[in-house]
């Protein structure tokens, strides 16, 4: 980051798209949105005027502006927190179909195994 605070275009960088910001930065760029618009007195270009003056996407900062407003309970859906737990619980499931995979396809082989063995 720049010393007047806009991030530096990082040219190791294929795609902008692809670009990390830190989270202080995040949340800087929330609270001056908050704050332009208390100014303002008025929402309503807030989240533009913010996200050009730190060098920012205008999507990406209107996403961090609508999850803290989530966060803060202002505003339904999912909490940072809860999206956090869903996705430990997505990855822990797909972890535990593929372990029941492995046993049934070693369940099969050893049935099959068995019945080779038995006399009959």
């Known amino acids: 980051m720049e010393e007047d605070g806009v991030m ?12 990390r910001y830190p989270p202080e930065l995040r ?6 949105v908050a ?5 303002r007195g008025d929402r ?3 989240v533009t005027h913010v996200a050009r003056q730190l060098g ?11 999850q803290a407003e989530v966060d803060r309970g202002e ?4 909490t940072s927190e809860e999206h956090e737990r869903v996705k430990q619980l997505e990855r822990e499931n797909r ?9 049934k396809s070693a369940a ?5 195994e068995l019945d080779r063995r038995s006399p009959r």
């Open 8 to 19: 530096a275009h990082d040219s190791t960088t294929t795609s902008p798209f692809q670009r």
């Open 27 to 32: 949340e800087r760029a929330v609270r001056l």
């Open 35 to 39: 704050e332009t618009a208390a100014e």
């Open 44 to 46: 309503h270009g807030a």
């Open 56 to 66: 920012i996407g205008p999507e990406s900062l209107r996403k961090w502006v609508h």
């Open 75 to 78: 505003r339904g859906g999912l």
């Open 95 to 103: 972890e535990l179909r593929r372990a029941n995979e492995i046993l």
């Open 108 to 112: 099969v082989f050893f049935g099959a």
